[in-house]
């Protein structure tokens, strides 16, 4: 499946965990509200036909690039990454999960990603590159075809909940990102590219106890545990022949190409990878249900030229897939809160410019 212009201009924008984050400019013929800015205002009107498992659906945020969106524990704050105002990369910001109180709590310097807030709201974790220079780090080379950059300044910090205080947590030579905490705070899951790959990790919150969870050729990142932290689930690529060659080729040189990724889960004690699909798209941004039998991602299994990234729902053990929205262009980075009763999501719907990124919430129906 190839990746259209459309797609590779407007993924540029945001660097989401490197991958995906802004996606395929504003949707057309949506059934829209004009956006405003206050959530309050939002309605109904934001959802598509067949968007039957989303209820009381609205904006939270308004103009520029914001992505993935996580929940706080208890739900009533989320954490996120945004390019606004006079910013020229990604930084981290808190709000309410009504969209209000929005605040900055990442310093400005560098280009920074991957934030989530830890289980007791006692601390926030994201990756940063601001100990390698204050500026945003510079786009990538596309004389060898469209490629993301793996910045080598990237590590992850953990910091006070509204950004104080920051603490290096990895310190390894090349790419660290994409942490998250375990629901009972006690691990940190993350990708690193230290062992010349782009493998799994798992460490404790305060960078101790570092382990390997993922040992094959190809990309592994983008993890999330299960309720129960006893699962994992991850996006990964497995190439082979050329296409590892070609991967190998760019990995050196700090780079990666996008294209096939499929779905993992793997139980943390018995340490087997499980693939759940296996479709040939880009399937990304897999969240655990809170109850452990469901797992919602984002794909463009569905759009032959590759552009239209839509939500899809998984059963774990009949491995029947759902499709959630019906956007026309980008929907993805899903999240449930912990009670499993809304969902946070990244969109392009109800957009005013082309490629405008925001954060939506909905209710969830079964």
């Not at 969209?99 to 310093?107: D, E, L």
């Not at 655990?288 to 774990?316: A, E, T």
Request: with cysteine; hydrophobic share 35%.
């Amino acid at each position: 499946m190839t990746l259209g212009g459309k797609y590779m201009r407007a993924i540029n924008t945001v660097a989401s965990c490197w991958l995906l984050a802004t996606a395929l400019g504003a949707g057309t013929g949506a059934i829209a509200a004009e956006p405003t800015n206050s959530p309050a205002s939002q309605t109904e009107e934001l959802r598509y036909p067949g968007e039957q498992h989303l209820t009381h659906l609205r904006q939270l945020t308004f103009g520029g690039q914001n992505a993935e969106a996580y929940f706080s524990f208890d739900g009533k704050e989320l954490i996120f990454q945004s390019t606004r105002d006079d910013l020229k990369c990604d930084a981290i910001f808190r709000m309410d999960a009504d969209g209000k109180n929005v605040r900055q709590v990442s310093s400005g310097k560098g280009v920074t990603t991957c934030s989530f807030i830890a289980p007791d709201d006692q601390a926030i974790i994201y990756a940063s590159t601001h100990l390698a220079g204050d500026q945003c780090p510079p786009k990538p080379d596309y004389s060898q075809g469209y490629v993301w950059p793996l910045y080598e300044g990237y590590d992850i910090f953990r910091a006070d909940p509204e950004g104080g205080n920051r603490v290096r947590l990895t310190d390894t030579p090349g790419y660290d990102a994409e942490g998250v905490y375990s629901p009972q705070g006690d691990k940190i899951i993350f990708t690193s590219a230290r062992t010349g790959d782009l493998e799994l990790f798992m460490m404790s919150p305060d960078g101790s106890e570092m382990e390997q969870l993922t040992d094959q050729p190809g990309y592994d990142g983008g993890a999330f545990f299960s309720r129960d932290g006893q699962w994992i689930v991850w996006r990964a690529s497995r190439p082979e022949g050329k296409a590892l060659a070609d991967y190998q080729s760019l990995l050196k040189q700090g780079l990666i190409r996008p294209g096939r990724l499929e779905i993992f889960i793997m139980n943390l004690e018995e340490r087997k990878p499980i693939q759940l699909t296996d479709n040939g798209a880009a399937n990304f941004g897999p969240y655990w249900h809170p109850d452990g039998k469901h797992i919602i991602f984002s794909s463009n299994m569905h759009n032959p030229k590759g552009r239209n990234f839509d939500l899809f729902l998984i059963n774990v053990d009949t491995r029947k897939i759902e499709q959630i929205t019906y956007h026309p262009d980008f929907d993805g980075f899903p999240m449930f809160s912990h009670d499993g009763k809304k969902l946070v999501f990244a969109s392009n719907r109800n957009g005013k410019v082309e490629g405008e990124t925001n954060v939506f919430m909905a209710d969830w129906r079964w």
